[in-house]
């Protein structure tokens, strides 16, 4: 891996981490069309980059990581089981269904329900702003939720929004349970990967890593700023029609 080759990947997985559009996916799609084959090497860099996107979490969120939030962290661990349990218990059937045709299916299929997610809540006031409000029983089933995301192509942060949208959080506080949602889930599957490919790192050239450990940290800090002042203006409908004009695309090129 060049140099070019980190920067593109390191921005593509900050500016798509946490959009309701599938950081795997793209990512897949992008290192197929920049020729780039998944040697263990790229899956280490891989690793690397999804780490930065972590601390950019921790950097921008910073002031919720003391014991006044411990109720909120047990929330964020509470939807977090359903995911690992059924993460690691099919793990390599998950693996299997890595495939542009299967990620650009669920671009479209996502888009859909984001589209019809947002005309059911059109007229309805949610019952959660804030997550102080948030229940266990509403992270339980945003963590229901976010088992679709084990699917190539769904998206972590799609799926998860789109579970908090349904029972009663805001869009702000959709977006903001998120993105702290992905620190366990991010940590797990990063953690994972980095003990299966721990030979790969000393192999690999440490400036790719290094440069594109610092593009995918800046990108996502900047991407999860205007993601929020976005969503102070605007509903989740621009990305559904992403979603589905991408996949269609997808499509038609494979």
């Known amino acids: 891996m ?3 080759h980190s920067v593109i990947l ?3 997985e900050g500016a798509t981490e ?3 559009i599938s950081s795997t ?3 897949i799609v992008v290192s197929q069309w920049l020729g780039m084959e998944q040697t263990e090497g790229n899956k280490a860099f891989e690793v690397i980059i999804q780490l930065a996107a972590i601390l950019a979490v921790v ?3 910073k002031e919720r990581f003391t014991f006044k939030h411990f109720r909120l962290w047990c929330q964020v661990f509470v939807a977090f089981l359903p995911v690992a349990i059924v993460g690691f218990l099919f793990r390599h059937q998950i693996k299997d269904m890595f495939s542009v045709t299967i990620v650009a299916t669920m671009f479209i299929v996502g888009g859909v ?4 997610t947002e005309r059911f809540i059109k007229n309805k006031s949610p019952s959660v702003d804030s997550l102080d409000d948030l229940s266990f029983k509403q992270t339980l089933w945003i963590g229901f939720a976010q088992i679709f995301a084990l699917i190539p192509g769904t998206s972590r942060a799609g799926s998860t929004i789109v579970g ?3 029972v009663g959080l805001s869009r702000k506080a959709s977006a903001e349970f998120s993105f702290l949602l992905a620190l366990p889930v991010m940590m797990a599957a990063s953690g994972y990967d980095m003990l299966s490919h721990y030979k790969e790192f000393a192999g690999e050239q440490w400036m790719p890593l290094v440069v594109g450990f610092i593009v995918a940290f800046l990108s996502a800090f900047i991407v999860m700023k205007l993601f929020m002042a976005f969503l102070a203006t605007f509903t989740f409908v621009a990305f559904g029609w992403y979603r589905i004009i991408f996949g269609a695309l997808l499509l038609f090129l494979s």
């Open 18 to 20: 946490f959009l309701p």
């Open 164 to 166: 908090a949208l349904l």
């Open 25 to 27: 996916g793209h990512l």
């Open 10 to 12: 390191g921005l593509v």
């Open 2 to 4: 060049d140099l070019i």
């Open 113 to 116: 329900i984001f589209l019809l």
């Open 59 to 61: 950097a921008n969120y």
